[in-house]
């Protein structure tokens, strides 16, 4: 029967937490502690003992006292007076203490704790199963103890009472949601597809189904207080149904706020197969309270405890299976979920997507295991408070860290796709992105290891409350290096030029006029290897110091590494140094088209010993600046652009030049190319006069990057205007002429040769 009144006391505050979580995990259990074992030699002082047993029974652990050779004796209530010295006598150095023979601790406490946990886990479920068939007895029991409600003598019956008050609350409830669903309405409609809209939208949602919860206990509440005064079981009964109900109304509602079931464009969480999670939730949501009033009536009306006892198992592993099903069903969609919000997750974020579904249902396994085990346990509700706020935490944070993460990047995009985000507004976001996460994980961390610490390893509040000032200095340098790292990071990022093809045999109709990067977005590429290097190196070397490793001899052997590397790689430090050298003097940037005499092409990607130059067939070459002895930058500030022209001998020049600057204006007013433009398209004079054509020049300034573009429309353009202007171009065509006596001298001419005959295999032609 004691056992029975135990577990009937902790199963109820189990069925009290369990209404809070509806997901998982669990962890192992703990024997009673044994006792501290304090071993004398005989000569302590009573002072000493006294100190000794005071400073081992902190917390209420047992202390058995051991003489060298006796039989265990116990420990004294009192302390002994000590002994006073004689006068004139020195006092007695006070003797050291006496070694201690302490209990096994590490992997032995945790190996017995799990041994324990699952005998103590086989005789619950043994219990509850037994105590399953007592489950016939609660009809009775339930129709006793309502025959002794106070409430509903006189006038109505309780029952009605009830009824009344239920249908009161909804009506009013329901009245009120009614009038204000226009409003509500309106203010849930997203004013866009982003996440802030979508996020105020459903906000508005959560409010409206929150607000119904409160008025709907509120009336319940005032209704009760006015026709059931009474504290008997219909009191009792409407309460602990209301409180049930708004509860499962609330798991509703935070559904219906992250989901949207049945309007997508408000949803703020991406699960697939949203309708049928949701469906799922909602069942549960109904059950899990129906369950939770049960077991808590149960202990009203019945004074056996099997009853109760045996509701729980039942439901328990009802529930349990359930939630196992649901999560083996939604493996897939969490998965999805989890990569959502990235488009090109990596490993670890990969791995962790395809693990998640299996971790919550080996959490949900041991979290029954707990449940089944507290009940035989005599601090079981400590093990069932930890376990529901441990699987209330597992559930909440993911959703407040996935919910922020998203906020933070849809404002971070917008800002960007605005135009108003700079780099180091873009690094400051990411960083408070990570600060806000990483704050989250950590007070999700410290409340479950707080938690299991006592239960687990048996450590008392003032040792957490050491070891936590020790591990948050700990935490604290590692999480200010983290939140450093992604700033730099997305500094860098932002500044990254983008990889264009421009040069005067590249692909110009794509590239546009900022196409070259300025010289500190061709430098931050650079240094952003040695910088991240040099956080992440420092991070370390200062929480392996605040760990209390001795970091001088790894600084002494990273100085001698460092040099033996020098002498042995002299090949790789000129490369280095020729490169710092170039940066310095900005011979070159990400973009533009170099020419270092052997290899030429457009810079694509600066590294620490070398540049990659992309030739204008496809090749990427990779040079080492050490072997870079001349460099011709063809990209930078400016451009002449030179061409010829070939008229025939009868062109009017002068007419040439009208038309071909008329043609250079309406370049530069065009406001496609105009832009493009520095100087005009112009004349330049007469290059040359051959036999056959005049050789005019042409010229023009421009943007480097656009000149190649800029030369095929003059081009086009000159054609077409010398030619609206009738200026005849220069033709290769030879016209021959001659006199009367020419013409009769060609004419026998082409008599004799007609006349000879074409020859045959066996006569060679006349000579």
């Not at 505050?13 to 997901?23: G, H, S, T």
């Not at 204000?180 to 802030?196: N, S």
Request: net charge positive.
């Amino acid at each position: 029967m004691k056992h029975g009144m135990a577990g009937l006391t902790v199963l109820k505050r189990v069925a009290v937490l369990l209404v809070a979580c509806f997901a998982l995990l669990a962890a192992p259990t703990a024997r009673a502690e044994a006792p501290i074992v304090l071993t004398l030699r005989g000569d302590e002082t009573a002072d000493t003992i006294a100190r000794m047993v005071n400073a081992l029974s902190a917390g209420g652990r047992q202390v058995e006292i051991r003489l060298s050779g006796t039989a265990p004796q116990a420990a004294p209530e009192t302390p002994v007076p000590a002994e006073q010295p004689a006068k004139g006598a020195k006092p007695a150095k006070p003797a050291k203490p006496a070694p201690v023979a302490m209990p096994a601790t590490g992997d032995d406490m945790l190996s017995g704790q799990i041994d324990a946990l699952l005998d103590q886990v086989v005789e619950g479920v043994s219990y509850g199963n037994k105590a399953i068939p007592s489950i016939a007895e609660l009809p009775g029991d339930w129709q006793s103890a309502w025959e002794r409600n106070v409430n509903g003598r006189t006038g109505l019956s309780a029952g009605w009472r009830i009824l009344l008050i239920v249908a009161l609350a909804l009506a009013l409830t329901f009245a009120v949601r009614i009038a204000l669903a226009g409003w509500f309405a309106r203010k849930c409609v997203p004013a866009g597809p982003a996440f802030t809209p979508r996020f105020v939208a459903s906000a508005y949602g959560l409010v409206q189904d929150v607000l119904t919860i409160i008025l709907a206990l509120l009336v319940v509440r005032i209704a009760r207080n006015t026709w059931l005064p009474e504290s008997d079981l219909a009191s009792i009964s409407l309460t602990t149904a209301a409180n049930g109900a708004a509860i499962g109304a609330f798991y509703i509602a935070i559904g219906r706020f992250l989901l949207s079931p049945g309007v997508p464009e408000r949803r703020i969480m991406p699960l697939p197969r949203t309708e049928r999670h949701f469906r799922l939730l909602t069942l549960y949501a109904i059950f899990t309270p129906i369950v939770v009033v049960a077991i808590l009536l149960t202990h009203h009306i019945s004074h056996d405890p099997l009853p109760a006892a045996g509701l729980i198992t039942l439901t328990g592993f009802a529930t349990t299976a359930f939630k196992l099903w649901w999560f083996h069903d939604m493996r897939h969609d969490l998965a999805a979920l989890v990569l959502s919000g990235s488009e090109t997750p990596g490993p670890v974020r990969r791995i962790f997507a395809s693990g998640i579904a299996w971790f919550y249902i080996a959490t949900t396994a041991l979290l029954w295991a707990v449940e089944a085990g507290a009940a035989m346990m005599s601090n079981g509700g400590r093990w069932a408070e930890a376990a529901a706020l441990t699987e209330a935490a597992l559930v909440i944070l993911p959703i407040l860290v996935v919910g922020i993460s998203s906020l933070l990047h849809c404002r971070a995009m917008h800002r960007q796709m605005s135009g108003s985000a700079t780099p180091l507004t873009q690094a400051g976001g990411a960083a408070v992105g990570a600060a806000a996460v990483g704050v989250i994980w950590a007070a999700g961390f410290f409340i479950i290891a707080r938690l299991w610490a006592g239960l687990l390893l048996g450590v008392s509040s003032d040792q957490f409350t050491a070891f936590t000032r020790q591990a948050a200095g700990v935490a604290f340098l590692g999480f200010a290096g983290w939140v450093a790292l992604v700033f730099l990071r997305s500094f860098f990022d932002a500044y990254a030029p983008k990889r264009h093809v421009v040069g005067p045999m590249g692909d110009d109709e794509e590239v546009h006029g900022d196409a070259v990067p300025s010289r500190l977005a061709t430098v931050l590429p650079v240094l952003r290897g040695v910088v991240l290097g040099a956080v992440i190196g420092l991070t370390v070397l200062v929480v392996l110091a605040r760990l209390g490793v001795d970091i001088d001899p790894l600084l002494a052997g990273f100085g001698i590494l460092g040099l033996a590397f020098s002498f042995g790689s002299q090949t790789l430090v000129r490369d280095i140094v020729s490169g710092v050298f170039f940066m310095l003097e900005d011979a070159f940037r990400v973009g533009e088209y170099v020419d270092t005499g052997r290899l030429k092409g457009t810079v694509e990607k600066i590294s620490l010993r070398s540049i990659q130059l992309r030739h204008q067939s496809g090749q990427i070459h990779t040079v080492p600046f050490g072997q870079i002895s001349s460099l011709t930058n063809a990209s930078r500030d400016w451009a002449t652009v030179k061409f010829n022209v070939r008229l025939d001998h009868s062109a009017d020049l002068e007419q040439a030049r009208k038309a071909i600057k008329k043609t250079g204006i309406a370049l530069m007013e065009d406001p496609e190319y105009g832009p493009h433009f520095i100087a005009p398209l112009k004349m330049q004079g007469v290059a040359d006069i051959t036999d056959t054509a005049i050789v005019i020049r042409l010229k023009f300034t421009g943007k480097p990057n656009q000149a190649s573009m800029l030369q095929r429309e003059a081009l086009k353009r000159v054609y077409r205007a010398l030619n609206d202007a009738r200026i005849p171009f220069a033709s290769n065509a030879v016209t021959v002429r001659g006199g009367d006596q020419d013409n009769k001298s060609g004419a026998s001419a082409a008599a004799a040769i007609s006349a000879v005959p074409p020859p045959t295999p066996l006569a060679p032609a006349a000579g």
